[in-house]
């Protein structure tokens, strides 16, 4: 485990924000696999259960608002990290429009706050995560490229457009590539992601989770939005991602201190029914209806990404098909109720690095 990605996370420090999320936990799992040091910095877990308390990681974890500049510059003067993989976020579009203010004061003045610390401290390398969404939304039917402008329908996803020109704005002002090395040692990336599953997550309002809650509990799941399509990858896809971009950035590569999509292949787009209908072939219990309510927000229908940027530079390429994908969450939650809560994150962790192994990407190479 210690030999992927050059060796490059071996014995360094990394600030991970919003390590109690969903992502954040696979994430902290995996960095500490690899025999780095991480220091998580988040609020409280939202949910119970949640994943990273039944991970019981061997981590520094501190509760604290990425809002907080003074905890944040106090935190990150103590432990000194080397990397800040930046997850941190109010990550839900339906309660963005019930809490707008709270959405971009976290997702943007959080964000800035972050960036400010890590300014302040001379980070060497910062990952910060979007979000596909963060796209000026066309529903066209060709994926998204880095080069695409910024956008955002609901408060969530304008949001996390705002902290991508956010980053934009620090890599230009402070962070300058031509004077890297010069002025300033650090180099800031942002990667945006599609919608993503895996066990442990009990967030509010995802597709998933809201099935895995409904068979636990006997009852149909209700299907608000059946036609939306969707690019559905594993957790661990982008997280290979970021980690690959990290690994360049703390290799002082300047060239990839820029935007990043990870997403599935076009196969992996697919709609919110046909999700379902996968799902059930794991899990009989399963059983839904559709609840087309004509007061719905409005959320995007078509969304997907164009990856060529990762694939052609990073050698970055998607290891899971959209049937493993489910498959191997669907055996996640089964163990998870059926088995006394059994946890199963570093097996699906092992077996994802076997598979990518197996498809010789250059991150497993040592």
């Known amino acids: 485990m210690q030999n992927l990605f050059n060796k490059i996370y071996k014995d360094k420090t990394v600030l991970v924000t919003g ?6 936990s696979w994430l902290s799992l995996w960095l500490i696999e690899m025999g780095a040091k991480v220091v998580g910095y988040s609020l409280e877990a939202p949910t119970s259960p949640n994943h990273i308390d039944l991970l019981d990681l061997d981590m520094i974890s501190i509760i604290g608002d990425i809002r907080d500049l003074h905890k944040l510059n106090s935190v990150m003067a103590e432990y000194e990290p080397e990397i800040v993989f930046h997850l941190a976020a109010q990550p839900l579009v339906r309660l963005s429009y019930e809490d707008p203010i709270d959405t971009y004061e976290t997702n943007v003045m959080g964000t800035l706050k972050v960036l400010e610390a890590c300014k302040n401290n001379n ?10 969404k963060a796209y000026e939304n066309k529903e066209w039917v060709w994926g998204y490229r880095e080069n695409d402008p910024m956008g955002g329908y609901d408060p969530y996803s ?25 002025t300033h040692n650090t180099l800031i990336a942002s990667c945006r992601a599609g919608n993503v599953i895996g066990g442990g997550d009990w967030a509010q309002d995802r597709l998933m989770t809201d099935i895995m809650l409904s068979v636990s509990q006997g009852k149909k799941v209700s299907i608000r939005n059946p036609y939306a399509t969707r690019p559905w990858q594993h957790v661990l896809e982008p997280l290979s991602g970021y980690l690959s971009v990290g690994q360049k950035l703390l290799q002082e590569k300047v060239e990839f201190a820029e935007g990043w999509n990870f997403g599935p292949s076009d196969e992996g787009s697919i709609t919110v029914e046909q999700v379902v209908q996968h799902v059930k072939k794991h899990w009989d219990k399963i059983d839904y209806d559709i609840n087309k309510d004509p007061n719905q927000l409005h959320e995007a229908n078509l969304l997907k990404l164009d990856c060529s940027k990762a694939h052609t530079y990073l050698k970055w390429l998607a290891v899971w098909d959209s049937e493993k994908t489910f498959e191997m969450t669907i055996k996640w939650y089964k163990e998870f109720y059926d088995n006394n809560q059994q946890v199963i994150t570093q097996n699906n962790l092992v077996n994802y690095i076997k598979d990518a192994k197996n498809k010789n990407l250059e991150w497993t190479r040592s």
Do not use: P
């Not at 390590?19 to 954040?24: E, L």
């Not at 949001?159 to 962070?175: D, H, I, Q, T």
């Not at 300058?176 to 010069?182: A, G, H, I, R, V």
């Open 123 to 132: 980070v060497k390398a910062i990952v910060n995560i979007t979000s596909d």
């Open 19 to 24: 390590h109690t999320g969903f992502k954040g």
């Open 158 to 182: 304008s949001s996390k457009g705002c902290a991508e020109l956010l980053v934009s704005s620090y890599r230009n002002s402070y962070f300058n590539l031509s004077e890297y090395k010069k």
